[in-house]
Nanobody, 124 residues
Framework: QVQLVESGGGLVQAGGSLGLSCIVS????????LAWFRQAPGKKREFVAA????????YYADSVEGRFTISRDNAKNTVYLQMNSLKPEDTAVYYC?????????????????WGQGTQVTVSS
């Protein structure tokens, strides 16, 4: 069983920055593809970013490309999401997810383990 715990959400003004962290425990961390998704009120959960086991391959949603950076530290069993130039439309609950496969997917159904989520609110 895999447990994921996010932290780092909060309230920030437009143009500001926030960093999210997700600690993964329960199984061999380095074998997981890790991803961040987000869900705004009344909307479907959407893909934000993903990273492979080595950290050498990353994918981003078009809406965050160039502003957000995903990274991981396998020694600390932690995945990060650095968010810069935040916009009000980035407001959502952000979820960390783990996938025990080799191929990165951008759909929520491809991930079997999820954190509880952390709220990010960007004021205009």
């Amino acid at each position: 069983q895999v447990q994921l715990v996010e932290s780092g959400g909060g309230l920030v003004q437009a143009g500001g920055s926030l960093g999210l962290s997700c600690i993964v425990s329960g199984r061999t961390f380095s074998r997981f593809i890790l991803a961040w998704f987000r869900q705004a009120p009344g909307k479907k959960r959407e893909f934000v970013a993903a990273i492979d086991w080595s950290g050498s391959t990353t994918y981003y949603a078009d809406s965050v490309e160039g502003r957000f950076t995903i990274s991981r530290d396998n020694a600390k069993n932690t995945v990060y999401l650095q968010m810069n130039s935040l916009k009000p439309e980035d407001t959502a609950v952000y979820y960390c997810a783990a996938r025990a496969r080799l191929i990165i997917l951008r759909i929520p159904d491809g991930y079997g383990s999820w954190g509880q989520g952390t709220q990010v609110t960007v004021s205009s």
